[in-house]
């Protein structure tokens, strides 16, 4: 269960660094495949908030990435900078 689970955050973290690359991109393209990862790790903080025991605990242990689900503005997204940085110490440590 383990691999599975490191093999799930190395493809969350793959879509945080595209998002990253795509956050200041005006190509139409670009923009689809920017709302699509962008969906995609919504989708994630949500199953993860729903199977929490505790919705307040993971939501202030978690804060980068609701902050990073937030869609209004690009200063929101650049939260999955944050949240990447993090994850990648998770996995030095």
Same mark, same amino acid.
């Given at each position: 269960m383990k691999k599975k689970s490191l093999i799930y955050e190395i &493809?969350?973290?793959s879509l945080a660094f595209i998002s990253v690359f795509l956050m200041d991109t005006t190509n139409k393209s670009?923009? &689809?495949?920017?709302?699509? &990862?962008? !969906?995609?790790? !919504?989708?994630?903080v949500v199953i993860r908030l729903f199977?929490?025991?505790?919705?307040?605990?993971?939501?202030?242990?978690?804060?980068y990435d609701i902050i990073a689900a937030i869609p209004l503005d690009s200063i929101f997204?650049?939260?999955?900078?944050?949240?990447?940085?993090i994850t990648s110490i998770y996995f030095c440590n």
């Open positions: &493809v969350l973290v670009l923009l &689809v495949l920017d709302r699509i &990862v962008w !969906f995609l790790l !919504f989708i994630d199977k929490s025991k505790s919705k307040w605990d993971y939501m202030m242990k978690n804060p997204h650049t939260a999955r900078i944050v949240r990447l940085s």
